[in-house]
């Protein structure tokens, strides 16, 4: 009789860690899943910021792309090289590897880009955490940067 009462202690403990363990897994679950969800809205691929969606004309407009350039000189050259990899990555065939609006995205919201941005983020990293700096451009200034280093 005694015997059998603590068999059933034991199987009553172990049917609970049993329950606590499952109860955990279900958890880690839920919590995994909406991760999950957190990471495919942070994988747009045009970024975070006030430019939603961008589609390029498929010529480059010569007159856009100068006034880009020279706003480049001005607010950009300091940290970005179009022959090198300088402060900042070097910005020559950039939409191979971003789209338009992720570029403008990061010219006009970098802080958030960095923070929230996986690829923007990965770049904060690889730069040993100098930031791309906010240069307060214009949206229009941004497209015509963009058009310059479609020239690139
Ligand atoms: C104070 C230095 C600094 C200035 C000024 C600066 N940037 Fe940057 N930029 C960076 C750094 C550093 C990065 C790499 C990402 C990071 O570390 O945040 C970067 C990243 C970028 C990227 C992403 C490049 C890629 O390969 O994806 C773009 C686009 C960019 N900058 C454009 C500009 C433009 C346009 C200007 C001028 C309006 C400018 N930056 C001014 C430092 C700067």
Not at 20 to 48: L, M, R
Not at 67 to 92: M, Q, V, W, Y
């Amino acid at each position: 009789m005694k015997l059998t009462n603590s068999t059933t202690t034991l199987l009553t403990l172990l049917f609970s860690v049993f329950l606590i363990t499952c109860n955990g897994e279900a958890n880690k679950q839920t919590a995994s899943a909406s991760d999950k969800e957190v990471t495919s809205a942070e994988e747009n691929p045009d970024g975070i910021g006030p430019v939603k969606e961008l589609i390029l004309p498929p010529t480059i407009d010569e007159e856009l792309a100068q006034r880009g350039g020279e706003i480049f000189l001005n607010k950009c050259s300091a940290c970005h090289k179009t022959d090198k990899r300088f402060i900042g990555p070097n910005p020559t065939g950039i939409l191979e590897r971003r789209t338009p609006a992720w570029v403008m995205n990061m010219i006009l919201n970098p802080e958030e880009m960095v923070q929230k941005d996986p690829v923007a983020r990965q770049l904060l990293i690889e730069y040993n955490g100098a930031p791309m700096a906010n240069q307060n451009l214009t949206e229009e200034e941004a497209r015509a940067v963009l058009e310059y280093f479609r020239t690139l």
